[in-house]
């Protein structure tokens, strides 16, 4: 593995971590879809949740972005038990996350979706109110800064394209993250263009001491920016790897889960 | 951030009239079919419709209904339904009754005392949608039932027997509050206006309108007050949100469950307040006051272009379904149809002036 | 010439239906223009602001019930204040004068509730249900009260929907849950009458069934014996004579001295099958 | 191809019991909310109630109310509202009374008849609300309205001037094909029971009960049909993917336009079906027939399980929700309490009954 | 560019298109969203469709498989005029698609979904009806050659993973795919043993004669199986290249649509 890279790694393990999660289970009903996973995020890192489709990665960072209760195991922040009942109560504690599902309002303007949630507001007492300019430039130049070139902030976010959508939501929730940023798959419908944008924010965001949370299903951009890698399959953790401990090729393994791939074309080169 | 919002000229957009941007808008989707209702009243309908004692004799029932349409609208707009909106009128308004006339209360204690009240059952009824998950239709149905047999036995309570309870015009009579809560507004105006002949009078010379109907009033700021929270406060935000999707609302971090549970408060105080004009004006309530106003709120909201779905909608829109639903309804009397016929035009106007508007809009806005 | 009718019931209600017959004769025959009115259901606000309306448009008469006065007045007063000469119909006869209404047709709830209660004790009635099908109705509340009055005995409301399905499942119900039931009031002969026939018969008990205003149905069971008697207030002349009180009063300034009382009138098995026919045709 | 549908043991599963499996099906939701309600009234009603001659007493209004709520929820799980369906009762209920006794058609062409107008009716309400993509509530409403309103104007005409219509007794006495469509089925059955002494008989040796009464064969048949069409016809499939996500089930190829009209003509038909029943049975119709059925409808179909905004719900829950309501209406009667009180208690057990049903849903599936 | 690979390429040019599409033009009310796109697929090729973000390629997918009605221009089926009213009767000519929305009902089971339009059938006359069990038995098998084992085929839709979701969805339209192929974005939220199995299924289906259309931000997977490359932008055609004309370099920056990148990570080698 290439170790000159363009990117800043952080140091692993050098410090405390932000949000720690401990044997996490999660049932739904009667199935299972996490059997007990713990995991870390250290201020400055970039952390790889990886794993097979149906792994339970998007169930983990529900957890730990308050959306969903574990049924057991212990989420510590900044050291102290937590419990965040609402994805509010997390966002307020500084941890901004991208769904898988991005968690955005289709009717709605791209503006208001951008700031669904914690408006900025102008002028005082009983005359506080969205302050729409600032809203729509903000909105604007953050998408440009990702690659996006919006027709108008006021157009409906049901009306943009996939990758037009979730560059949004990464957006917001760059703005918005203070101290943890969770990514499910936010490359999933990026153009190349908007790929590497994103790839250099995350880069850019933990060297301002951010803890970011990454998931992928593709090798390379793992690879690329992450500091650590932990592995889910079937509701549970294969084990975390540190930059540099581990090749593409075991990586890709570990996450096809151990089983065997189709035959794959030689221009790939190994990797998907 | 330094950029400006000035989006750069884009050769992927074709230039658009400020009409066709205007039609676009929720708010203003009704106003087609208002103008419609209009043309169609100032052909077939008696001349006196129009005069200036017409319109507030339309407007009146319209602003009544287009009061509870505003709190209708905004809750489905956050995505859920209050059956009990009908009830709660008579229910509050039986409230109100007691506190003036049984306990001799004065208005200024009367008043915030049944909106309170009146927030208070709301808030039951979020609550209970909120906890259970259980759609609000079948909760807030089940309250349509009760407030309106609370309402039965608190009348024969509070009347000894009767399912009528009199003299609220006597037991207010001389509060200064009153004023704001019933009649009409600016009588002085009107006599003077009168008195110099620029409004119509009747034979013996009074006004044939002594006032704006303080309903009237109360309509407009409410929809001024609507429309300010659902276009320029954070609130507004949230109340979209919610109505449009409950879970990517609660997971970008909106407080939805208090949201819901405030929006289910403010109509319960919309009822209260149409529940407290029209006590005042009629001087007494009963039982069936209020029946399948919910009904005919919701039609309203819809009329004006609100989703049942959530999520879309808008106060104007609601303002202008209030007034053509009760330029129809109050319109039909002064034709010269048979009253027989009433409902068959009641729908056919319903229908064609919500297709005429829907049609309007997608002519101009290029939808397909 | 105009008249105008604002009721409280409403045009598809069977009793109402034959007011505004009555209304629409009284129109042929005079050759005035009539015009019959209601709000959508029995909504005093709705029915006061029908009268605003009506007053805008300056009829030469105007025809109204009262069922409540508080809440009518100050429409009703407009119209005497614009010099429209106003007669009262059904209910309000109470307070039809000091309404400045010219006179009053009608016949007062409560005392055709009390004539129709002494009547069936009189049967040897001592236990008693009033179905109410839309309860909260004042006018429908009074007759139950002056029934509960006339009659002396127990009695209880049984509130129901408009339904014939359900009235008839709820009069059985009621009928098997207490067996010393002997009486039913009905308050409207097509909606509440002739399901209560139906579930006393099959009752198979002694029961008399009486009902306010009339249906040819309920008629019919009347000479079969089904049923005890229906209470006619001839509405058909509540709707008549007073649009033909004000057409004359238009034209030629003439108008009775005093109420014209229209009812009530006992319909048993002896006059029923006359009054079969009319009822059919929406006469009575 | 050749792997069976057999899934291989899976550790991520938790073993679930039969009664939680059963428990998650929409059908059975409503089930604990029916035995909740049967276990009220079988403490606090008389026990005439629960009698032979009580339950199909009870079962009677909850079988033409049930036609019709299966309908209206086959609609709702196809994503639509029919608000028209009361007023479709009474018009419906006018035009086979005008067949049979104005024009003095046999059963055997009025009633196909009757249901092939019904249908086009339905099939008008359809094409309107694809046509014009307005909601069905605003289009179905004005229906609402439009129906309501010829049925007393054609009640009128045919009848010249009275609101009933009577003589249908009388004209399809003797036609073979009334006793499918009214009175009680098997009263040969239910003599021979009677003289064994194994039903409740009058004094007079008579069995208390004749029959069943057709409308509970009907519905029966009915949510029979339902359930198969739902469950295990293709269409069925349909209606679920038209009623979850229009668009989605649009691109997957559903003709969703097809289905959406062939259920709007199916709950015009059902409320034919009740027209043509209850017409027959009473043996005349008047202009108020089927007032506010539809509220009824759709509430007993939300009791049962469907979601207001589609895509989820079935027959049997719909099936069930028809007796709740049923037997909370009549079952009160059968109690001492005051009946002032009928409202609060109607709205009070109907929350009560809901809340039960969802409470035991969550607890046995583990859902939070 | 490696010329040896595992999987066959088809022939471009050699036989006549099953699908032309000439000129399209689409517009939204005031929104221009395709400005003149001409596309066509053989059978037995599988043609890439690039782009960046916004740059009409679902739009345009969405016009071929009969969800729009294209504003101007023509579209030729086996060489005909043809109007696809509704995407019943693009699938009925034999095109199935996998939309980027996917276009399942989440309230619905895997099964439910998976034959939604075209359900099997059993019996004959008026008991005909929905074979549920022959139904279940092709959705687990079809999704387990994708490399999905599911817990069982009646588990709704809305509870599956992203991955597992988008699995469903491309194992439908495989198995009614009949003339041609369409796939939006197919591979972007699939782990890489999914993913390797979804190019693979790529390459079988072409072989077996059907056109596929192939929609992908991954300059990689793109040149793994694709035999003709066409690039959008803005709504415009920027020109279609053969394999073999391109190198993977060039194919990134056309659908980067010529605006530069945020500067690589070295381990990406160059392709993102
Ligand atoms: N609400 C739910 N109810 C039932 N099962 C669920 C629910 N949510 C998730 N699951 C199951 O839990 C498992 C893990 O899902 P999850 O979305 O976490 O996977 P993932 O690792 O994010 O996969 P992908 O890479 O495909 O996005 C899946 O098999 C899914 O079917
Ligand atoms: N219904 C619509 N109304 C208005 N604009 C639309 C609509 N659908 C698409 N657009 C616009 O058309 C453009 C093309 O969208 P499209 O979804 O085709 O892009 P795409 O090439 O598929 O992008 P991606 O790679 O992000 O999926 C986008 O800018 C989008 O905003
Ligand atoms: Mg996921
Ligand atoms: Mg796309």
Same mark, same amino acid.
Request: a negative charge; hydrophobic letters at 45%; aromatic letters at 8%.
């Given at each position: 593995?290439?170790?000159?890279?363009?990117?800043?790694?952080?140091?692993?393990?050098?410090?405390?971590?932000?949000?720690?999660?401990?044997?996490?289970?999660?049932?739904?009903?009667?199935?299972?879809?996490?059997?007990?996973?713990?995991?870390?995020?250290?201020?400055?890192?970039?952390?790889? @949740?990886?794993?097979?489709?149906?792994?339970?990665?998007?169930?983990?960072?529900?957890?730990?972005?308050?959306?969903?209760?574990?049924?057991?195991?212990?989420?510590?922040?900044?050291?102290?038990?937590?419990?965040?009942?609402?994805?509010?109560?997390?966002?307020?504690?500084?941890?901004?996350?991208?769904?898988?599902?991005?968690?955005?309002?289709?009717?709605?303007?791209?503006?208001?979706?951008?700031?669904?949630?914690?408006?900025?507001?102008?002028?005082?007492?009983?005359?506080?109110?969205?302050?729409?300019?600032?809203?729509?430039?903000?909105?604007?130049?953050?998408?440009?800064?990702?690659?996006?070139?919006?027709?108008?902030?006021?157009?409906?976010?049901?009306?943009?394209?996939?990758?037009?959508?979730?560059?949004?939501?990464?957006?917001?929730?760059?703005?918005?993250?203070?101290?943890?940023?969770?990514?499910?798959?936010?490359?999933?419908?990026?153009?190349?263009?908007?790929?590497?944008?994103?790839?250099?924010?995350?880069?850019?965001?933990?060297?301002?001491?951010?803890?970011?949370?990454?998931?992928?299903?593709?090798?390379?951009?793992?690879?690329?920016?992450?500091?650590?890698?932990?592995?889910?399959?079937?509701?549970?953790?294969?084990?975390?790897?540190?930059?540099?401990?581990?090749?593409?090729?075991?990586?890709?393994?570990?996450?096809?889960?151990?089983?065997?791939?189709?035959?794959?074309?030689?221009? @790939?080169?190994?990797?998907? | 951030?330094?950029?400006?919002?000035?989006?750069?000229?884009?050769?992927?957009?074709?230039?658009?009239?400020?009409?066709?941007?205007?039609?676009?808008?929720?708010?203003?989707?009704?106003?087609?079919?208002?103008?419609?209702?209009?043309?169609?009243?100032?052909?077939?309908?008696?001349?006196?419709?129009?005069?200036?004692?017409?319109?507030?004799?339309?407007?009146?029932?319209?602003?009544?209904?287009?009061?509870?349409?505003?709190?209708?609208?905004?809750?489905?707009?956050?995505?859920?339904?209050?059956?009990?909106?009908?009830?709660?009128?008579?229910?509050?308004?039986?409230?109100?009754?007691?506190?003036?006339?049984?306990?001799?209360?004065?208005?200024?204690?009367?008043?915030?005392?049944?909106?309170?009240?009146?927030?208070?059952?709301?808030?039951?009824?979020?609550?209970?949608?909120?906890?259970?998950?259980?759609?609000?239709?079948?909760?807030?149905?089940?309250?349509?039932?009760?407030?309106?047999?609370?309402?039965?036995?608190?009348?024969?309570?509070?009347?000894?027997?009767?399912?009528?309870?009199?003299?609220?015009?006597?037991?207010?009579?001389?509060?200064?509050?009153?004023?704001?809560?019933?009649?009409?507004?600016?009588?002085?105006?009107?006599?003077?206006?009168?008195?110099?002949?620029?409004?119509?009078?009747?034979?013996?010379?009074?006004?044939?309108?002594?006032?704006?109907?303080?309903?009237?009033?109360?309509?407009?700021?409410?929809?001024?007050?609507?429309?300010?929270?659902? @276009?320029?406060?954070?609130?507004?935000?949230?109340?979209?949100?919610?109505?449009?999707?409950?879970?990517?609302?609660?997971?970008?971090?909106?407080?939805?469950?208090?949201?819901?549970?405030?929006?289910?408060?403010?109509?319960?105080?919309?009822?209260?307040?149409?529940?407290?004009?029209?006590?005042?004006?009629?001087?007494?309530?009963?039982?069936?006051?209020?029946?399948?106003?919910?009904?005919?709120?919701?039609?309203?909201?819809?009329?004006?272009?609100?989703?049942?779905?959530?999520?879309?909608?808008?106060?104007?829109?609601?303002?202008?379904?209030?007034?053509?639903?009760?330029?129809?309804?109050?319109?039909?009397?002064?034709?010269?149809?048979?009253?027989?016929?009433?409902?068959?035009?009641?729908?056919?106007?319903?229908?064609?002036?919500?297709?005429?508007?829907?049609?309007?809009?997608?002519?101009?806005?290029?939808?397909? | 010439?105009?008249?105008?009718?604002?009721?409280?019931?409403?045009?598809?209600?069977?009793?109402?239906?034959?007011?505004?017959?009555?209304?629409?004769?009284?129109?042929?025959?005079?050759?005035?223009?009539?015009?019959?009115?209601?709000?959508?259901?029995?909504?005093?606000?709705?029915?006061?602001?029908?009268?605003?309306?009506?007053?805008?448009?300056?009829?030469?008469?105007?025809?109204?019930?009262?069922?409540?006065?508080?809440?009518?007045?100050?429409?009703?007063?407009?119209?005497?204040?614009?010099?429209?000469?106003?007669?009262?119909?059904?209910?309000?006869?109470?307070?039809?004068?000091?309404?400045?209404?010219?006179?009053?047709?009608?016949?007062?709830?409560?005392?055709?509730?009390?004539?129709?209660?002494?009547?069936?004790?009189?049967?040897?009635?001592?236990?008693?249900?009033?179905?109410?099908?839309?309860?909260?109705?004042?006018?429908?509340? @009074?007759?139950?009260?002056?029934?509960?009055?006339?009659?002396?005995?127990?009695?209880?409301?049984?509130?129901?929907?408009?339904?014939?399905?359900?009235?008839?499942?709820?009069?059985?119900?009621?009928?098997?849950?207490?067996?010393?039931?002997?009486?039913?009031?009905?308050?409207?002969?097509?909606?509440?009458?002739?399901?209560?026939?139906?579930?006393?018969?099959?009752?198979?008990?002694?029961?008399?069934?009486?009902?306010?205003?009339?249906?040819?149905?309920?008629?019919?069971?009347?000479?079969?014996?089904?049923?005890?008697?229906?209470?006619?207030?001839?509405?058909?002349?509540?709707?008549?004579?007073?649009?033909?009180?004000?057409?004359?009063?238009?034209?030629?300034?003439?108008?009775?001295?005093?109420?014209?009382?229209?009812?009530?009138?006992?319909?048993?098995?002896?006059?029923?099958?006359?009054?079969?026919?009319?009822?059919?045709?929406?006469?009575?």
């Amino acid at each position: 593995m290439t170790v000159d890279t363009t990117f800043h790694h952080g140091d692993a393990g050098s410090s405390e971590p932000i949000v720690q999660m401990k044997d996490i289970e999660k049932h739904f009903g009667n199935i299972i879809a996490l059997a007990g996973v713990s995991f870390d995020v250290r201020p400055g890192e970039c952390h790889c @949740l990886l794993g097979d489709n149906g792994a339970g990665k998007s169930t983990f960072i529900k957890t730990m972005s308050g959306v969903h209760k574990p049924t057991k195991g212990q989420i510590l922040f900044h050291g102290k038990p937590m419990n965040f009942s609402t994805p509010r109560d997390a966002m307020e504690a500084g941890i901004a996350t991208v769904f898988q599902d991005l968690a955005m309002i289709p009717l709605m303007s791209v503006t208001r979706n951008f700031f669904m949630g914690r408006e900025p507001t102008i002028g005082r007492g009983p005359l506080k109110r969205f302050d729409v300019k600032t809203a729509n430039e903000i909105t604007v130049s953050s998408m440009r800064d990702m690659g996006i070139n919006l027709r108008g902030p006021d157009q409906a976010v049901g009306t943009l394209s996939g990758g037009e959508r979730q560059t949004v939501a990464i957006a917001r929730a760059v703005h918005f993250g203070a101290k943890v940023l969770i990514l499910d798959e936010p490359t999933s419908a990026l153009g190349v263009r908007q790929t590497s944008n994103v790839l250099a924010t995350i880069d850019r965001v933990r060297k301002q001491g951010v803890g970011v949370v990454f998931i992928s299903h593709n090798v390379r951009h793992a690879l690329a920016v992450g500091d650590r890698f932990t592995v889910l399959n079937r509701g549970k953790t294969l084990g975390t790897a540190s930059r540099g401990e581990i090749s593409p090729e075991e990586l890709q393994e570990l996450m096809a889960g151990g089983q065997e791939m189709a035959e794959l074309e030689g221009s @790939l080169g190994g990797t998907i | 951030m330094t950029n400006t919002a000035q989006v750069v000229e884009d050769e992927r957009i074709k230039s658009e009239s400020f009409f066709s941007k205007l039609m676009k808008r929720p708010e203003l989707g009704a106003i087609a079919g208002a103008i419609l209702v209009f043309i169609f009243f100032s052909i077939t309908a008696d001349a006196s419709m129009f005069t200036l004692s017409g319109v507030i004799n339309f407007m009146t029932p319209a602003s009544q209904l287009g009061i509870l349409a505003i709190g209708a609208a905004m809750l489905m707009i956050g995505g859920e339904f209050d059956l009990s909106i009908g009830s709660m009128v008579a229910f509050s308004g039986l409230f109100f009754g007691v506190c003036v006339v049984t306990w001799g209360l004065p208005l200024i204690v009367a008043i915030p005392l049944t909106f309170v009240f009146s927030a208070f059952v709301g808030a039951i009824n979020g609550t209970i949608v909120i906890r259970s998950g259980l759609p609000s239709f079948i909760v807030t149905l089940a309250f349509l039932f009760v407030l309106r047999g609370l309402s039965l036995v608190g009348l024969k309570a509070a009347t000894g027997g009767s399912t009528q309870l009199r003299g609220v015009r006597e037991a207010v009579e001389g509060d200064g509050l009153a004023s704001f809560f019933s009649g009409d507004a600016f009588p002085g105006l009107f006599e003077w206006l009168a008195s110099k002949g620029l409004i119509e009078t009747f034979k013996s010379g009074a006004p044939k309108v002594t006032g704006i109907p303080v309903e009237i009033i109360w309509f407009f700021i409410i929809t001024g007050a609507a429309t300010y929270v659902l @276009l320029r406060l954070p609130v507004g935000n949230w109340i979209f949100a919610t109505g449009g999707d409950n879970t990517a609302a609660s997971n970008s971090g909106v407080p939805v469950n208090k949201v819901k549970i405030s929006l289910f408060m403010l109509t319960a105080c919309c009822a209260a307040l149409v529940a407290i004009i029209t006590v005042m004006d009629a001087g007494s309530t009963d039982a069936r006051r209020g029946f399948q106003k919910e009904f005919e709120a919701i039609i309203a909201a819809v009329i004006g272009g609100c989703l049942l779905t959530g999520g879309y909608g808008s106060a104007i829109g609601a303002f202008f379904g209030s007034i053509i639903f009760g330029m129809v309804v109050i319109g039909l009397t002064y034709t010269d149809f048979d009253q027989d016929w009433f409902q068959v035009f009641l729908g056919g106007m319903l229908l064609i002036a919500v297709l005429f508007n829907n049609a309007i809009r997608k002519r101009v806005t290029g939808e397909r | 010439q105009d008249i105008i009718v604002v009721a409280h019931g409403q045009a598809n209600d069977p009793f109402w239906s034959v007011v505004k017959n009555g209304v629409e004769e009284a129109g042929k025959d005079t050759g005035v223009n009539v015009d019959y009115r209601s709000p959508e259901t029995f909504d005093m606000v709705a029915m006061s602001q029908l009268i605003d309306a009506a007053v805008n448009q300056e009829p030469d008469g105007l025809i109204v019930s009262i069922p409540d006065a508080d809440a009518l007045s100050p429409s009703i007063e407009r119209a005497v204040a614009a010099g429209i000469p106003v007669i009262s119909i059904n209910a309000g006869s109470d307070v039809s004068k000091g309404l400045g209404a010219l006179l009053h047709v009608g016949q007062d709830e409560y005392d055709a509730g009390k004539a129709a209660g002494e009547k069936l004790a009189e049967m040897g009635g001592t236990n008693a249900i009033c179905v109410n099908q839309e309860v909260g109705n004042v006018s429908l509340d @009074l007759r139950c009260e002056g029934f509960g009055e006339g009659f002396g005995g127990s009695y209880t409301v049984l509130p129901t929907t408009n339904d014939p399905a359900e009235i008839e499942s709820k009069v059985a119900a009621a009928l098997s849950s207490d067996e010393s039931i002997d009486t039913v009031m009905a308050l409207g002969a097509s909606t509440a009458g002739e399901p209560s026939v139906a579930a006393a018969k099959a009752s198979g008990r002694d029961i008399n069934v009486a009902s306010f205003d009339l249906s040819a149905s309920f008629l019919q069971s009347i000479v079969d014996g089904d049923a005890a008697f229906a209470i006619d207030q001839q509405q058909f002349l509540q709707g008549y004579l007073s649009a033909n009180f004000l057409a004359l009063h238009a034209k030629y300034g003439l108008m009775p001295g005093g109420n014209v009382p229209s009812g009530p009138n006992l319909i048993t098995s002896d006059k029923a099958a006359q009054v079969i026919d009319l009822s059919s045709k929406g006469i009575r």
